[in-house]
């Protein structure tokens, strides 16, 4: 089911969420190590939500966006400090090259960021993140390992009762294709680094500590 976020909480004692209106942005931390991914669209909302975390946003080193859209992009500023990254696919929709949706665009970033290919690792300190393009809701939409545990898809897919489900067409730029990416993700479970996965985390619909088992469907 689409929009149903989870409080502002620890998850595990590595993953927190924030609650923002109708989306959760995600943030990982090891030792001194701290990154977020996506950066929420209102901006109080996300503060508090840091203070209640006990967590500064300046001691954010690195901000994965899953993909361009407001909700998951706008609050970019309130991570001062980080160096952000984002699917190369995803440039065209920045910088106006193509629509995001019929004659609508979405808006440039507010800060320059690193673009980064499918499978591309980067380190943050003690964190591994590795890159998956995850296309299909946007033509950049990337899906980010965290630690090869935890994988966070943005809006790459839906759960619904820990089945993963396709995000409904109407806010899709290309549904064959977000098809296709999550048939193609369930095959990946099968062999590393994906098949050592424990968390799967969306934007909008919650997430699951079985994400083999909810993947399980896709494979058949």
């Not at 989306?23 to 990982?28: A, G, I, Y």
């Not at 999550?182 to 424990?198: D, G, H, Q, Y």
């Amino acid at each position: 089911m689409l929009f149903i976020t989870t409080p502002t909480r620890w998850i595990t004692p590595q993953v927190a969420c924030i609650s923002n209106v109708m989306v959760n942005l995600f943030l990982f931390r090891k030792g001194d190590d701290l990154i977020a991914i996506d950066a929420g669209f209102h901006e109080g909302m996300v503060r508090h939500g840091l203070k209640k975390l006990g967590l500064d946003p300046l001691a954010v080193t690195k901000v994965f966006l899953t993909h361009s859209d407001r909700d998951h992009a706008a609050c970019v500023h309130v991570f001062a400090n980080a160096v952000l990254y984002m699917g190369k696919a995803e440039s065209v929709l920045v910088e106006r090259k193509a629509e995001r949706f019929k004659k609508r665009f979405n808006e440039p970033l507010s800060r320059a960021y690193q673009p980064v290919s499918d499978g591309e690792r980067i380190s943050a300190g003690s964190i591994t993140v590795q890159a998956f393009a995850t296309p299909g809701h946007t033509t950049g939409s990337t899906s980010w390992l965290v630690d090869g545990t935890c994988l966070f898809v943005g809006d790459a897919l839906t759960l619904s009762f820990g089945k993963v489900h396709i995000t409904p067409s109407f806010i899709n730029m290309d549904t064959a294709t977000h098809r296709k990416t999550i048939l193609a993700l369930a095959k990946k479970t099968k062999f590393k680094p994906l098949s050592n996965m424990k968390w799967l985390f969306t934007a909008h619909s919650g997430y699951t500590g079985k994400p083999l088992k909810a993947l399980e469907r896709w494979l058949r």
